[in-house]
């Protein structure tokens, strides 16, 4: 997901782009390239470019309680400060400021928007991330999947047999 912003970097103040990003991206780190969609739109600021993006995309998640896979749609916006590292008409380095942004613009003013992307789509992710608000979870004995039905597990209460005993006790 790179944008060459070499143009933008050399109009005025206040000039903007927009982008749409339709592309398939390992965006939370797993390995999976999951199809994004949206919207970057960019800013050119005094010095840097501000990049402002919506979009949305669907992960496969591992259930916290029953360990099943499943989709979990997730919104992925963020607004991000990419400074240039060279100047843009002579290539000259430019000197970056102790409380620089994370992110740069590279020598061939190019924006590389997958690591914000990625950053902001972990942090999207659920912490306990549930496969459905009730889902049962696994047996604690057999570990059958409760979603997909009950066990033969016997549940956990008093023998009837013996309640009548401890009743004549
Ligand atoms: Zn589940
Ligand atoms: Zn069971």
Known sequence: MQINVSQLLQESIGATRDYEINEAADIIGDGKKYATQGECHLLRTQRSILVKC????EVELTCNR??????????????????????VLSGAPLPLSEEASNFTIDEHHTIDLSEAIRQYSVMAVPM??????????????????????????????????????????
Request: charged share 25%; aromatic share 6%.
């Open 66 to 87: 029953c360990l099943g896979q499943f989709r979990h749609p997730l919104k992925v916006n963020f607004e991000e400060e990419f400074l240039p590292t060279v100047d």
């Open 54 to 57: 919506a979009l949305s995309t």
């Open 128 to 169: 306990k991330a549930l496969c459905k608000k009730d889902c049962a979870g696994l047996c604690q004995r057999c570990g059958q999947n409760l979603n997909q039905g009950k066990c033969d597990c016997p549940v956990q209460e008093i023998d009837p047999r013996w309640s009548e005993l401890t009743k004549l006790l």
